[in-house]
């Protein structure tokens, strides 16, 4: 049985001050009324460490946003699959599409990525989806295949059992346009098909298929209610306890 997850994306936002708010508001909540479903917050490197220790005994994992396409050595900045492993972080988001285009990261830049990540202990939530333009000229399917492709489709069945998927239309993303959920639930029944083909139906239906792009409270359990859709990647809804807890709680 796949998972259910609600995993929170921060992005840029929060000092380490406000990050450790956040997280034991959220730890607090959650401890007085249990989640149905796994919940992930999605942080900056400056508070891996601090919000793994925070949470280690709560029902919240930890999630980098990114790490390094190099093992080690002279790349000033970066930071390393291995260090966000040493900070207690059980996940990496990679792929997201801000990453994409602001950092030109390139599909074998993501593969060498992941690879690391895996190679380091870490599970992936791994972002694909297709611009306002490409799903206006109907290429949706083509485009969240060629990025499963380019940068996840090489691992091996026992690795693929640490990637979660994360589908987010970039038309959706921070806008508070939303796919419906029939959009939504269509290219996630698509992309379980891709997961099919490649690593046969039990794999595929083991896989957790996240919805990202303006989920809230509001959409959630529209959302969710589809076979297809295991839950969602948070993005600004996931900055306030409150508004994260009611996706949560679509869950029950
Ligand atoms: P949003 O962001 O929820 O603010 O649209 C989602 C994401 O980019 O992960």
Same mark, same amino acid.
């Given at each position: 049985?796949?998972?259910?997850?609600?995993?929170?994306?921060?992005?840029?936002?929060?000092?380490?001050?406000?990050?450790?708010?956040?997280?034991?508001?959220?730890?607090?909540?959650?401890?007085?009324?249990?989640?149905?479903?796994?919940?992930?917050?999605?942080?900056?490197?400056?508070?891996?460490?601090?919000?793994?220790?925070?949470?280690?005994?709560?029902?919240?994992?930890?999630?980098?946003?990114?790490?390094?396409?190099?093992?080690?050595?002279?790349?000033?900045?970066?930071?390393?699959?291995?260090?966000?492993?040493?900070?207690?972080?059980?996940?990496?988001?990679?792929?997201?599409?801000?990453?994409?285009?602001?950092?030109?990261?390139?599909?074998?830049?993501?593969?060498?990525?992941?690879?690391?990540?895996?190679?380091?202990?870490?599970?992936?939530?791994?972002?694909?989806?297709?611009?306002?333009?490409?799903?206006?000229?109907?290429?949706?399917?083509?485009?969240?295949?060629?990025?499963?492709?380019?940068?996840?489709?090489?691992? #091996? &069945? @026992? +690795?693929?059992?640490? *990637?979660?998927?994360?589908?987010?239309?970039?038309? /959706?993303?921070?806008? =508070?346009?939303? %796919? #419906? &959920? @029939? +959009?939504?639930?269509? *290219?996630?029944?698509?992309?379980?098909?891709?997961? /099919?083909?490649?690593? =046969?139906?039990? %794999?595929?239906?083991?896989?957790?298929?996240?919805?990202?792009?303006?989920?809230?409270?509001?959409? /959630?359990?529209?959302?969710?209610?589809?076979?297809?859709?295991?839950?969602?990647?948070?993005?600004?809804?996931?900055?306030?306890?409150?508004?994260?807890?009611?996706?949560?709680?679509?869950?029950?």
């Amino acid at each position: 049985m796949r998972k259910k997850i609600v995993a929170g994306n921060w992005k840029m936002n929060k000092t380490l001050q406000e990050g450790v708010a956040l997280a034991t508001e959220l730890k607090n909540i959650l401890a007085a009324e249990k989640p149905n479903c796994e919940v992930i917050i999605g942080t900056p490197f400056i508070h891996l460490a601090t919000l793994s220790e925070m949470l280690k005994d709560s029902v919240i994992a930890v999630s980098a946003e990114n790490c390094a396409n190099k093992e080690s050595g002279a790349y000033t900045g970066e930071v390393s699959a291995a260090m966000v492993k040493s900070t207690g972080a059980e996940y990496v988001i990679l792929g997201h599409s801000e990453r994409r285009e602001y950092y030109n990261e390139t599909p074998e830049i993501l593969k060498e990525k992941v690879d690391l990540a895996l190679a380091n202990g870490l599970k992936v939530i791994f972002c694909i989806g297709e611009s306002l333009a490409q799903r206006e000229a109907n290429e949706q399917e083509a485009v969240c295949k060629a990025e499963l492709q380019g940068s996840v489709f090489h691992l #091996t &069945a @026992e +690795q693929w059992k640490n *990637i979660v998927i994360a589908y987010e239309p970039i038309w /959706a993303i921070g806008t =508070g346009k939303t %796919a #419906t &959920a @029939e +959009q939504a639930e269509e *290219i996630h029944a698509f992309i379980r098909k891709c997961v /099919a083909d490649v690593y =046969g139906a039990q %794999a595929a239906d083991d896989t957790s298929i996240l919805y990202g792009g303006s989920c809230k409270a509001s959409n /959630a359990p529209e959302l969710f209610s589809k076979p297809d859709i295991d839950g969602g990647l948070i993005g600004g809804a996931s900055l306030k306890a409150p508004d994260f807890k009611g996706i949560i709680d679509a869950w029950k």
